[in-house]
């Protein structure tokens, strides 16, 4: 369906949408305080007192961190592609970025951990804040920023030079982190990824050895590894089988405890499945940057949702 | 096969085929348009016969061998080819093995066009003549290929034993036996060596600045790296005396560098372009260095074609000649010192003794070419023992 | 205004990239400095060049003038008189010649490997190809002058007595028992025997990469294996085709030893008799007086090395342009 039809559609359901091209939809205050606009905003700017992050020094030293996106907007050479989007990511909270294909979600991601401007023509615009640090200033360098946020791909990537036992311990050593127990940490993250009992006789092996469900949660395990505080997740299950997906879905809310989750996906069980909350991202028409169209609770969003095209697009009208 | 062998003349009789040589039996194995639609259709009878009274025989059908017909217009083609052949030697009084040969290949095609032609379409007739003629090119490459491997074994294993590994020519002469190329390999060793070391790493390096950093002289290095490529390699030994008009295997070297620098850049770099982007992506995720991304991931993946890629470019440097004269020259004694006077090495020694008018010296000449040819074919499996191991892991990928 | 905290804001004030704040590690300046510095290589080499052989061929051009020496064909050490014209022609004609031969050999070898010969056979052969592109000149030189020479003098004595018709093939009016050694044809064709590997190795590469669906979709249709290859892997790989061909063209320009093994001596004239005795080829020229000439000849010498750069890098180039307008329509 196009975007005209979609809209034309939408105006004739609900008159009130008459004139939302031309203003920005007001997004009901959810119930919910993490997305309670000022509340939210009071929060991001107060910095956060947090422990400060030392990631791999020893067991259990991340904790979860909550990341504030504020007025993110993002250009690749000169087509913008993001419209100035905040969203605020809770600690311990999983957070699914969802919307159709091209509307900004995986850009919005990269962002997040700086992943963004690792493409030549990318520029990025507004500020992301990591307990009130901004990840984009001086305080942070980048690699500092990609070690406490880190990132699993859509496709699975473990590096083919190295084993599985490498695989996992290849943060510490491209950030030249020391660490004490490299065992424990291989065991620990391996477990956590939901690996460890399938590969714990071959570490030796070689990753890519391994099935693609199995390299994902080597990837999920190499990522937990340099203990970050945000997990960035670009639709990490869209190249698995059922099954895989299963398992990765049963390890993300393992993690989700000590680590906020940031997830991409286009599977809307999947979203209601594993996420607290939801960001609806949109491209409203052809040539138009994508927006956040609604942000709220995952419940909320699926059952009730402010929007009536988030309301089309999580029952599958549209998408 | 019991009921097959069988339903229509035109299929497949063994023994015509047997008598068929392989080269010939080449274009049958093609997937040729009308014959094999044709005998597609008898099949089905056929196995619809086999499903009915015999369930035991459950060989697969060979598709696609020879038939009698094309048996048949091979056969023709040659023997009228023989014919004319024979004809024309005779009017034009040309003897020899190659006119003959050339004749009968030329008027075999022409024959086996026309035959073809009056049975079946144009499309198939050119079909069969472009498979002899594509044929005839390979076995005439093949065989052209192993008049050379064949030559130059056969003329350099006469003088190739051990004495003449470890003696260098400062006692032997012109008519005097003995002597050897030790000198020689100790010299191309050393230059090669020195090039190599020099060359490998700042040719990787620069290929790394192409493609990983993509610095803002990257179009201009490139474009300056593909026109040295096509340097002549004599041009390169001018320059090195150019610059330094003295003869040393050091200067051997530097020409060499400069010759290998261009090659080993443009393969290293292609094959960095073989390492996925998203092996970097995770590895910068990971809060990883450029450098370190480099160091620890991207080289580590292209190890083995970076290897190959080396191996190679040292074996075409082992064999350059016209740039090594010009700047170590030659010489009959042991030098070990590359940093003066005139050093020898085997593509020089072997030049040396072949512009001489004795049998023994070119004997020698031989040897040392053999020699030469040895080294290259053992860098050469060296490198594609390396690049498929290193192709089987990342083609798991 | 306050912008939302969520959702997103029209508000175009302050919508401007900022700029990431970017402070590099030591470990990541120190190896930037290293790469560049290696990157640099090339062009010292490509500036020493310019310097040095334009420098060192000043003398000789000097003394015959430019245009003299790029219009004549005379190689007289003696009074210092040099023109390159009949060189360059000499060049041209070997790399031709060879060009000629070699490119069809090449591209049905190619297709040989790729489609004919029976899968291990073109595996084995596909080795053997990629070897020999790496097989010493010199060693090619030795056996054109040894084996392939007695065996190509009585063809060139076919050709010059029935081929008549066509100028080449004609021998000159010189007196005396035609002299067939040492011909542009027979360096020609040692040279076209050198270039056969590097230019099925390179074409073979491209032709192997053509989607192997598309050829199963040729085929599909009904068309013949000729077919297919007519229609499907030539216009794939064309282009790389003309690359290779380039490629051998600038290696058949530069061959030196193979070259100067056959010739033996120089001719410094042009000799449009490709059968015959006489022909020359700069870098042949370069190899054969360099042991022995005067500072002013060897002067001479560089500036013919300078000229046949020159072309050979215009080979290079006008092959680029070739395989970038090619692959840009495929």
């Not at chain 2, 005998?39 to 035991?56: G, K, M, N, P, Y």
Request: glycine content about 8%.
């Amino acid at each position: 369906m196009s975007f005209d039809q979609f809209e034309r559609e939408v105006a004739t359901q609900d008159p009130s949408l008459e004139d939302w091209n031309g203003l920005p939809p007001i997004v009901a205050a959810e119930p919910d305080s993490w997305s309670s606009g000022l509340i939210a905003r009071e929060i991001a700017k107060v910095p956060v007192p947090s422990t400060q992050p030392m990631p791999g020094t020893s067991l259990g030293s991340g904790s979860p961190a909550t990341l504030a996106a504020t007025d993110v907007s993002a250009w690749f050479g000169s087509r913008k592609v993001l419209q100035r989007c905040s969203l605020r990511m809770e600690a311990r909270q999983v957070t699914a970025l969802i919307g159709p294909s091209g509307c900004g979600k995986s850009t919005f991601l990269r962002i997040l951990n700086r992943m963004h401007e690792v493409i030549r023509v990318a520029k990025v615009a507004g500020s992301v804040e990591l307990d009130g640090v901004d990840i984009y200033g001086r305080e942070l360098s980048v690699t500092q920023v990609r070690m406490r946020i880190g990132m699993v791909f859509q496709k699975p990537n473990p590096f083919p030079a190295m084993s599985i036992r490498e695989n996992v311990l290849a943060g510490l050593k491209l950030s030249g982190t020391k660490s004490t127990d490299r065992d424990a940490l291989v065991e620990e993250c391996l477990t956590r990824a939901g690996l460890w009992t399938e590969v714990k006789d071959r570490l030796n092996e070689g990753g890519m050895s391994l099935s693609g469900g199995q390299q994902q949660r080597l990837c999920i395990a190499r990522s937990l590894a340099v203990r970050p505080r945000v997990l960035l997740m670009d639709e990490p299950c869209s190249a698995l089988d059922p099954i895989s997906t299963r398992v990765v879905e049963e390890t993300i809310q393992q993690i989700a405890d000590d680590i906020t989750i940031v997830i991409v996906t286009h599977n809307m069980q999947q979203a209601q499945r594993v996420s607290h909350q939801c960001a609806f991202f949109l491209v409203e028409e052809q040539g138009v940057p994508g927006r956040i169209v609604e942000a709220g609770a995952t419940d909320h969003l699926f059952n009730q949702p402010s929007d009536e095209r988030t309301l089309a697009y999580v029952t599958g009208r549209f998408g | 096969m019991t009921s097959a062998d069988i339903s229509s003349g035109e299929v497949l009789t063994d023994e015509a085929s047997g008598a068929v040589p392989t080269m010939l039996r080449g274009p049958a194995t093609a997937r040729k348009g009308p014959r094999r639609r044709r005998r597609v259709h008898s099949v089905t009878s056929e196995v619809v016969a086999d499903i009915q009274d015999s369930d035991d025989d459950d060989s697969p059908r060979s598709v696609g061998r020879t038939t009698s017909a094309v048996v048949v217009e091979y056969t023709l083609a040659t023997l009228t080819a023989v014919n004319l052949v024979v004809a024309l030697r005779m009017l034009l009084d040309w003897g020899g093995l190659l006119s003959f040969v050339v004749l009968f290949l030329v008027s075999f095609i022409c024959f086996h066009y026309a035959l073809v032609r009056q049975s079946s379409t144009k499309e198939l007739a050119a079909d069969r003549m472009t498979t002899t003629l594509i044929w005839v090119i390979g076995a005439l490459v093949v065989a052209s290929l192993m008049w050379i491997f064949g030559f130059v074994a056969l003329k350099g294993v006469k003088q190739l034993r051990p004495g003449f590994l470890v003696r260098d020519m400062r006692t032997a002469g012109p008519n005097t036996p003995g002597g050897g190329v030790l000198h020689s390999m100790v010299g191309s060793f050393e230059q090669v060596g020195i090039a190599a070391a020099f060359a490998i790493p700042v040719s990787i390096l620069t290929a790394v600045y192409l493609h990983e950093l993509e610095g803002r002289m990257a179009r201009a290095i490139r474009f300056i790296v593909e026109g040295l490529a096509g340097l002549p390699s004599i041009v390169a030994g001018l320059l090195i005396f150019s610059i330094w008009p003295r003869y040393a295997g050091i200067h051997a070297a530097e020409a060499l560098a400069i010759l290998m620098i261009p090659t080993v850049t443009r393969t290293s770099e292609e094959i960095l372009r073989t390492v996925p982007d998203s092996l970097r992506e995770a590895a910068l995720a990971l809060g990883a260095p450029q450098w370190r991304v480099v160091t620890r991931v991207v080289l580590p993946t292209a190890k083995s074609g970076l290897l190959t890629a080396s191996i190679l470019g040292i074996a075409r440097a082992i064999g350059e000649t016209a740039p090594v004269l010009l700047t170590a020259f030659d010489s009959k004694f042991m030098n070990k010192n590359p940093l003066k006077e005139p050093q020898s090495s085997l593509p020089t020694f072997a030049y040396g003794n072949i512009r001489t008018q004795s049998v023994l010296q070119n004997d020698r000449a031989w040897a040392a070419a053999l020699l030469l040819l040895l080294f290259v074919l053992v860098l050469f499996t060296m490198a594609r023992w390396i690049g498929a191991r290193g192709a089987k892991r990342l083609g798991r990928n | 205004m306050v912008a939302p905290p969520v959702g997103f804001s029209d508000d175009p004030s302050n919508d401007i990239p900022i700029r990431p704040a970017d402070n590099p590690t030591v470990g990541d300046r120190i190896f930037r400095v290293i790469c560049v510095a290696s990157a640099s290589v090339a062009l010292v080499i490509i500036a020493a060049t310019a310097i040095f052989l334009l420098n060192k061929s000043r003398p000789a051009l000097a003394k015959t003038g430019v245009w003299h020496f790029f219009t004549a064909s005379v190689w007289n050490a003696a009074v210092g008189d040099f023109g390159v014209l009949g060189l360059v022609i000499g060049t041209i004609t070997i790399a031709t010649i060879a060009l000629i031969v070699a490119v069809p050999l090449a591209v049905g070898m190619a297709l040989f490997v790729n489609e004919y010969a029976p899968p291990r056979i073109g595996r084995t052969l596909t080795a053997v190809i990629d070897l020999l592109a790496a097989v010493p000149s010199l060693i090619f030189g030795m056996w054109g002058y040894f084996a392939f020479k007695n065996h190509l003098i009585p063809v060139s004595r076919w050709i010059s007595d029935h081929l008549v018709a066509i100028p080449f093939f004609r021998l000159s009016n010189a007196t005396g028992k035609p002299d067939f050694t040492g011909s542009s044809m027979i360096a020609g064709l040692v040279v076209g025997m050198m270039i056969v590997p590097i230019i099925t190795s390179v074409s073979r590469d491209v032709m192997a990469r053509v989607p192997r669906e598309q050829c199963e979709g040729a085929l599909a249709l009904g068309g013949s294996r000729w077919a297919m290859i007519r229609d499907v892997i030539l216009p794939y790989g064309k282009s790389g085709v003309v690359g290779a061909t380039m490629l051998g063209f600038g290696r058949a320009l530069g061959e030196t030893v193979a070259v100067a093994l056959v010739l033996q001596n120089i001719s410094y004239q042009a000799n449009p008799h490709i059968v015959q005795h006489g022909a020359g080829s700069i870098a042949a020229n370069i190899f054969l007086r360099f042991g022995e000439a005067s500072p002013l000849e060897l002067s001479a010498l560089v500036a013919s090395g300078v000229a046949l750069m020159a072309l050979t890098f215009t080979v290079g180039f006008a092959a680029r342009r070739v395989v970038a307008r090619t692959t840009r329509f495929s």
